[in-house]
Each structure stands twice: as C-alpha cells, then as structure tokens.
C-alpha cells in the first residue's frame, strides 16, 4: 500500500501547504488574541487591568490609559487582519510591546517568585509576548515572499 506514495513528493507538499496556510492561521490567531484582549481592556473587564495600572503609575488617569492601550490593541488585530496594513501593525506593536516588559523592570515582584527564573502567573503573561514578537516578525517577513521565491 505504502510503496506508491513518493515520500519527498508528499514531504514537498505538506512543507508548502503548511508554510501558505501557517502564515495565514497565524495572522488571524495574533489578530483574534490582540482584539480580544484589547476589548477587554476597553471594557475594563481585562485581569491584567490593575497590572497595566500599576506599571504607568506616573498617569493620573491610569483607567484612561488602560482603555485607550485596549483599543490600540485593537487597531493592531484589526491591521494583522488585512494584508496590506501588516506593516502598519508591526509598527504599531513596535510601539506597544516595549510597555508590555515595563512591569519586570518597575514590579519585579509582581512578576517573580524567585528572581530570575521564578515567574507569577503575571510574568508569564508578560514573556509569552515573546512568541508575539516571533510570530510578528514571522508574519511581516512573509509579506514579500511570493517575490523573494520568484528571484530564486
């Protein structure tokens, strides 16, 4: 049964179906989880609510603040979603993600159990934007790849 099937044929096919389809699945998951969470933030029903609050504790609208990081939020998912405006929301995440690793630095113990590998639920939220990061650049990288494959 299995001496018919072409395995670097099959291999080829499944690498080129899962890398177009991967970039894809991808976009729509940072955008689903950026909508999301900003929304939550724009309702204030977000848990990491007081966390944000805390760490910009310079605003005196720190409520403000918050909502207004929601729907920045927002706009990034809503810009992952349509391929012409990914570069727009790798800029604007530029601006956002920095912000998000401020509580390590201004509430470490907000964050850590034991400094430096022992983290609170709080800071793996934060250093899970590392994959967020990745998946960005991964995606933002594949904007020109149809052109980039043409010249090889």
């Known amino acids: 049964m299995f001496k018919d099937i072409d395995i670097e044929k099959l291999d080829v096919l499944m690498t080129e179906k899962m890398n177009h389809y991967g970039i894809i699945f991808l976009r729509y998951s940072v955008a ?3 909508i999301w969470f900003g ?3 724009t309702f204030e029903i977000s848990p990491a609510q007081e966390l944000v609050a805390n760490t910009v504790y310079w605003f005196t609208n720190k409520s403000g ?3 207004f990081l929601g729907w920045w939020e927002v706009l990034i998912g809503l810009t992952m979603l349509y391929k012409p405006l990914i570069r727009l929301s790798l800029l604007l995440l ?3 993600m920095p912000g998000t690793f401020l509580p390590l630095v201004l509430l470490p113990e907000v964050c850590f159990t034991y400094f430096p590998m022992g983290l609170t639920l709080e800071g793996q939220y934060i250093f899970k ?3 967020i990061i990745s998946a960005a650049l991964t995606i933002t990288g ?3 790849k149809d052109q980039i494959d043409k010249k090889k």
């Open 65 to 67: 603040f918050v909502i």
């Open 129 to 131: 934007n590392l994959i």
């Open 142 to 144: 594949s904007i020109r």
């Open 32 to 34: 689903v989880i950026f």
């Open 94 to 96: 530029a601006f956002q």
């Open 39 to 41: 929304l939550l933030k």
